[in-house]
């Protein structure tokens, strides 16, 4: 196999042919020519296909190592997919309980639906202690967002296999690049391409990649039949960064590993995580099952005001949500209510300016900020 810099230029890009574009841009059509029998066209209607996808999702599972990915116009609507595309009634599910902001309000609805649900936080043991046989999905997330502990995604596979249940693994803040769960075992991965994937804060995307045809039909036919599809601008924006994966996932890994660092050493500075640290709780298992350790480090300072006064004091880093862009951003994941996390917990996502110019600018936050707390 090429490496992954040669794999994220080509990923998806078809042969070329003579005076075509190298991707070829997007297709903006509702409908397509169909004459005959609608069964056997590529493309009739355009809820159910577009070229514009099919060459993202080529590429997309290309990068996982899977038979195919089915892209959806954001993270949210992957997620949805897999878990009411393919849970029902009676069935149970197991939910991380530190996982994305959002899976409480999903988890209500599935309860709503007469789905079982079970949570435990990230960790292997707790996760693999609620599996039972009548589990029918096992998600996790790791590393977790915003708290960025790991589980092992092959002990988990293993566990619920061994009850007959799916692992579905958020691969977002890892992306393929940085890992690959289906190789280690995982059924389905699935991410907010949002995030690292584009890159570059511009389009909602997500998709969900498998190794089995049979499991991406049915999120397939959820997403003709919910009608969540992704406009081909945006699907066409997202492949073109994805060339850009492997320079934009190395450099932020690099970043966010001197960045970490460089936190550790000041004394406002507490709980530092981020998975590439060695003595970092998750490290073991990460660098098991990680090629690159992500662009978010997280941490946390004294209280709320401490905070908010060294986010208004970033230049370089904008008080902003979301991560895995180039330029890097930061917030006060509290301030959504949604993460069980202290007033001060910051979580930064590292984009990729120069490090010795994030971390001068965090220094200097840093001491403007502890200047403002002496002052009152
Ligand atoms: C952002 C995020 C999502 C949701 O993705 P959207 O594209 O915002 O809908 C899901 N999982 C994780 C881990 C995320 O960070």
């Known amino acids: 196999m090429t490496g992954d810099g040669t794999r994220a230029v080509r990923a998806g890009v078809p042969e070329g042919e003579p005076y075509a574009a190298p991707l070829p841009g997007p297709t903006f059509a509702s409908h397509f020519h169909l ?4 069964a056997v066209a590529t493309y009739a209607y355009g809820r159910q296909g577009n070229p514009s996808w099919t060459a993202l ?3 997309i ?4 190592e899977a038979v195919g990915a089915v892209v959806f116009p954001s993270g949210m609507a992957a997620t949805t997919a897999v878990l009411f ?3 029902r009634p009676g069935d149970a599910a197991v939910l991380p309980s530190d996982g994305y902001q959002l899976l409480p309000r999903v988890r209500e609805r599935l309860q709503g639906f007469g789905i079982t649900v079970r949570t435990a936080p990230t960790g292997n043991d707790a996760q693999v202690a609620v599996i039972d046989d009548d589990t029918r999905v096992v998600w996790v997330e790791t590393p977790s967002n915003p708290g960025l502990d790991v589980c092992d995604i092959r002990r988990l596979a293993e566990a619920a296999h061994a009850h007959g249940a799916l692992l579905v693994v958020d691969n977002t803040l890892a992306t393929p690049l940085g890992q690959r769960p289906l190789a280690l075992g995982a059924d389905l991965s699935i991410a907010s391409g949002t995030k690292a994937l584009n890159g570059h804060g511009d389009v909602l995307l997500g998709y969900v990649a498998a190794r089995d045809p049979e499991l991406l039909d049915a999120v397939r036919a959820w997403r003709t039949e919910s009608g969540a599809i992704l406009g081909p601008m945006e699907a066409w924006l997202a492949h073109r960064g994805i060339a850009t994966l492997q320079l934009r996932v190395e450099r932020q890994d690099a970043n966010a590993l001197a960045v970490a660092r460089a936190l550790r050493e000041r004394p406002e500075v507490s709980g530092v ?3 590439g640290l060695p003595d970092d709780p998750g490290h073991a298992v990460a660098a098991r099952q990680m090629r690159h350790f992500g662009c978010v480090v997280s941490f946390t300072l004294p209280d709320r005001e401490f905070a908010d006064r060294f986010l208004g004091a970033l230049r370089l880093v904008s008080d902003a949500t979301s991560f895995g862009g180039v330029r890097s951003t930061a917030e006060r994941r509290g301030r959504w209510g949604g993460d069980d996390v202290p007033e001060g917990f910051v979580r930064l996502s590292v984009g990729v300016e120069d490090a010795a110019d994030l971390i001068a600018d965090l220094n200097r936050a840093l001491d403007v900020s502890s200047a403002g707390s002496r002052a009152t």
């Open 85 to 87: 595309g393919l849970l």
């Open 35 to 38: 004459p005959g029998d609608p």
């Open 273 to 275: 995580r981020y998975p």
């Open 61 to 64: 599972a290309e990068l996982e």
């Open 57 to 59: 999702e080529a590429g």
